[in-house]
């Protein structure tokens, strides 16, 4: 079955207390690329990825690491975690070569609680 | 910068009538444009996209939209609400050569019996 999953589902943390958020996709997608739901604000996009080894900031990339070191995963780090990083985590992946009209497939979300 | 507005974040409608959630956004290309619908406590789906072809555009379950180029709309309408349609729905836009997608706040809908 084709699709994304996230690691772990839940997490509760501490502040400052390093953490990673695991992403996955099956799809053998290039496109991969983390978001955060807040209320009221819908999706922001933190970080994207075009392909292996190629990895650049959206529109909300404070506080957050990434890396792509392998085509399937795409990893998002949370160095030194504070309470306004309290949020629901989506991934995402999509193809690369259709100019933008792709379809972008989400993960089930990771709800990150940051004490 | 793109944007993207859904006006009412909540929308009650009763069983079997018309659902209409509302879109605008700002681009001064047309963009394509995405519809997604998340169910508690799930990820996002996708109910539908608009990419240049037919401005109206048919998706699951029933859902379709219309692309206006001189309102700047993409609303989503379904003829009839089901139980199971509520849900929140998210409008999102993308400049062509673009990855990001910029989404909207979200409308929630509700349907009552």
């Known amino acids: 079955e084709a699709q994304v999953t996230q690691n772990p589902r839940y997490l509760i943390t501490v502040t400052g207390k390093k953490l990673t958020v695991t992403c996955s996709q099956n799809m053998n997608h290039e496109y991969m690329s983390w978001y955060r739901q807040d209320p009221g604000l819908g999706l922001r996009q933190i970080y994207y990825?075009?392909?292996?080894?190629?990895?650049d900031k959206g529109d909300v990339p404070e506080g957050y690491k990434v890396s792509r070191k392998e085509k399937r995963n795409f990893p998002l780090i949370l160095e030194s975690p504070s309470p306004n990083q309290t949020s629901l985590y989506f991934c995402?992946?999509?193809?690369?070569?259709?100019?933008?009209?792709?379809?972008?497939?989400f993960g089930p979300g990771t709800r990150l609680l940051v004490l | 910068a793109q944007s993207v507005t859904q006006l009412g974040s909540h929308v009650s409608v009763s069983e079997g009538a018309l659902v209409l959630l509302r879109c605008n956004y700002s681009s001064s290309v047309p963009p394509y444009l995405f519809w997604y619908v998340q169910y508690p406590n799930q990820g996002l789906q996708l109910l539908l996209k608009?990419?240049?072809?037919?401005?109206l555009v048919k998706g699951i379950n029933g859902f379709e939209a219309e692309f206006k180029k001189s309102e700047t709309s993409f609303h989503l309408t379904k003829p009839s609400a089901h139980m199971s349609d509520a849900a929140e729905y998210f409008c999102?836009?993308?400049?062509?050569?673009?990855?990001?997608?910029?989404f909207g706040s979200g409308t929630r809908l509700q349907v009552q019996p």
């Open positions: 999102a836009v993308r400049d062509t050569g673009r990855r990001a997608l910029t």
């Open positions: 990825s075009m392909n292996v080894e190629v990895t």
């Open positions: 995402a992946s999509s193809l690369a070569g259709g100019g933008g009209r792709e379809t972008q497939y």
């Open positions: 608009y990419t240049s072809a037919a401005t």
